[in-house]
């Protein structure tokens, strides 16, 4: 008889493309095993009409889905990591972190090929603090328009709403097949990802089996990556309330870290860019994390 593990995940069809990514990579791993979805709605799938941040709540995509964990309901959970709190509940782990799809986000339009096209003026879609704060310190003159729902709604809500263009995370737009509707990938010296961006975790319970399953998916880059955005957004605070960018990556030996703290305004408190060996990661991002305090602290001129 096959050994049975239970996944669970929220019901969104991203979310079920990549918990479907992960069952694929464990059949591969472990053939005789049999792994079934258990979706679970979430506090942040039941509120639509609210943008995130004005919630104040932490884990709005995860909590549920923990207290399935710790109940003993699910064995383990797929999440996207930009979603989790950097602090779990007592007793989960996150247990591995697979490879990372680009973490940059992307400009999507109907009309215009770059966001430096878009006229004066411009409605753009998003509901996000941090790429509100970006994009009108890039352009003044934008129209930020809220914008919630999946990848799909909110690409549909381009035309719907007669925006002018929508910013989405080019990880969730490829997943779910649409990348031949980005306009443009925006770099990261425009726009700065959220922490986590474009990774997919699995949170098992600290020792359990599921643990030790799920170890084989773990890509030790993308996990060094994402621990120094994670360590960075604790020592910040705020979760999605703060508009807040902050992206590491790790190439040739050698990481390069970069943040942007603004406000809705589009003042830009902070930003800045520290590149060394991989061994300096923590310090580096220590030294990062001193520079945005001392900004923060600053008194307004």
């Known amino acids: 008889m096959k050994k049975r593990w239970i996944v669970g995940t929220r019901g969104s069809k991203l979310a079920l493309v990549q918990t479907g990514m992960v069952i694929d990579a464990l059949a591969g791993f472990y053939p005789g095993c049999d792994f079934s979805v258990k979706t679970i709605k979430t506090t942040g799938d039941s509120v639509w009409n609210t943008p995130l941040y004005l919630i104040g709540e932490k884990g709005l995509f995860i909590k549920e889905i923990e207290e399935a964990l710790i109940a003993g309901e699910i064995d383990l959970a797929v999440h996207s990591i930009k979603d989790l709190p950097t602090e779990l509940l007592e007793g989960l782990s996150l247990s591995a972190v697979l490879e990372r799809e680009d973490p940059r986000d992307t400009f999507i339009s109907l009309n215009h090929a770059a966001l430096a096209d878009a006229p004066v003026g411009a409605r753009v879609g998003t509901s996000s603090m941090r790429r509100k704060a970006q994009l009108l310190a890039l352009r003044p003159d934008l129209e930020i328009m809220p914008l919630r729902g999946n990848v799909e709604t909110r690409v549909r809500k381009l035309q719907e709403q007669d925006l002018d263009a929508v910013i989405l995370a080019y990880a969730g737009v490829k997943r779910m097949g649409l990348e031949q509707r980005v306009s443009e990938i925006l770099s990261l010296d425009v726009m700065i990802p959220a922490c986590g961006q474009g990774a997919i975790g699995i949170e098992t319970k600290s020792g359990h089996d599921a643990a030790s399953l799920v170890k084989p998916l773990d890509h030790e880059a993308t996990r060094f990556e994402v621990g120094i955005e994670r360590t960075f957004q604790a020592g910040v605070g705020g979760g999605c309330s703060v508009p807040l960018g902050v992206n590491a990556r790790l190439s040739g030996g050698r990481v390069t870290l970069r943040a942007a703290y603004g406000d809705e305004t589009g003042a ?18 220590e030294g990062l994390l001193d520079g945005l305090r001392r900004a923060r602290a600053a008194p307004v001129t």
């Open 268 to 285: 830009i408190i902070f930003r800045d860019r520290l590149e060394g060996e991989r061994a300096e990661g923590a310090a580096l991002m």
